[in-house]
Nanobody
């Protein structure tokens, strides 16, 4: 069992930045591909970004490409999402997910993830 705990959400004005973090309990963290997803009220959970086990590969949704950066520190069992140039449409609950020994790249489907965090709210005001 892997526990994921997100942090770093909050209220920010449009154009601002936030850095989300997701800390994992697993000592085998480096065996998991990690992803960030988000869910706005009344909408389905959507893919935001993913990073491979080593951190050598990353993939982004078109809506965040060039503004968001995913990274990981395997020594700290943590994955990050740096969000710049935030827009009101980025407002959502952000979740991190862990996918064990992923073989399909990029892992954009939420149903393929094995573990999820509880989410952190990001609100961008106009």
């Amino acid at each position: 069992q892997v526990q994921l705990v997100e942090s770093g959400g909050g209220l920010v004005q449009a154009g601002g930045s936030l850095r989300l973090a997701c800390a994992a309990s697993a000592s085998t963290f480096s065996l998991y591909s990690m992803g960030w997803f988000r869910q706005a009220p009344g909408k389905e959970r959507e893919f935001v970004a993913a990073i491979s086990r080593s951190g050598g590969n990353s993939h982004y949704a078109d809506s965040v490409k060039g503004r968001f950066t995913i990274s990981r520190d395997n020594a700290k069992n943590t994955v990050y999402l740096q969000m710049n140039s935030l827009k009101p449409e980025d407002t959502a609950i952000y979740y991190c997910g862990a996918k064990f020994m992923n073989t399909i790249w990029p892992p954009v489907g939420a149903s393929g993830y094995d573990y999820w965090g509880q989410g952190t709210q990001v609100t961008v005001s106009s």
